[in-house]
């Protein structure tokens, strides 16, 4: 049985070693358009603020140590950009197309990006891959404030890495608290005046309305007032990277796949799993978005022994 996955990190690494465990016979691929298919997610902030020294601690394998542990073949720099569902087949950008009897789409998520003046200004960045951790520590040592958009995990541990470095920091949020919808009010308050201790300024009820500046970000402009910065980080939440399968006929909620409890689409033979699907809550028992690595491994053993016939 010949199987494809899109995309690696954590989601898509963790459902083709688990394949191949549950049966060496199966040929399993991945397809990532990164030339990176396995790093430590939640240690980027960490890496800018430099509690994690080296670059290298990031990865967690290299492509051509994942497959000598694994068995699994991986193909790095190669972007999908159709399925044809009838021919059980994938394009990629740079012209391949290749065959599967089944098909994961495990392409994870990118950051968003506000449609506000000034976001492709020099000295704004977003966080979700190693190099953006890189440039983002590299520019941070040149300059002496900074602005975080968005007050939620990702945002508030920019923020504090950033301190670390000895930068003026402000986060701000258009919500009434920091971590919206993750916290009660009362919690939120608690942390807010405990991040605000360390010296962090916070500003909430403001809008994102443009990155000020020439051809560098000089700060932010928001509903409230303008703040000052030598770089900003917008940490504003992620949205699936599912637009190269939007004509598919898949089943989406604002983006996101709808599964079942084994990880299948509507789609024969077509499965989907980590930041890019939906997952059910084991609480509330409804459809949830949960862009968490501790997510994207949990489904991913999920997806693998389904495949391999286990409940």
Known sequence: ?????????????????????????????????????????????????????????????????????????????????????????????????????????????????????????????????????????SYAESVKKAVVVGASFIGLE???????????????????QILPGLFDPDMALYAKKEIQKTGIKIVLGAKLEAITGGEKAEGVKTNVGSINGDMVVLALGVKPNTAFVSDLGLEMEKGAIVVDDKMSTNIDSVYAVGDCALVKNMVTRKRQYSAMGSTANITGRILAKAISGED
Do not use: Q, W
């Open 1 to 137: 049985m010949k199987i494809v996955v899109l995309g690696g990190v954590a989601a898509g690494t963790k459902v083709a070693a688990k394949l191949k465990r549950e049966n060496r016979d199966n040929e399993v691929v991945i397809y990532t358009k990164e030339k990176e298919i396995s790093y430590a997610g939640c240690g980027l902030p960490y890496y800018i603020g430099g509690a994690i020294e080296n670059r290298e601690s990031l990865v967690v394998n290299t492509p051509h140590k994942y497959s000598s542990l694994t068995g699994v073949e991986v193909k790095t720099e190669m972007e999908a950009v159709s399925v044809d569902k009838d021919n059980k087949s994938v394009s990629f950008k740079n012209g391949e197309s290749v065959s599967y009897d089944k098909l994961i789409i495990a392409t994870g998520a990118s950051p968003i990006k506000p449609a506000v003046d000034g976001v492709d200004k020099e000295g704004v960045f977003t966080l979700r891959s190693v190099d953006d951790a890189a440039s983002i520590r």
């Open 158 to 176: 920019v923020a504090e890495n950033l301190k670390a470095k000895g930068l003026d920091v402000t986060v701000v949020d258009m919500a009434s």
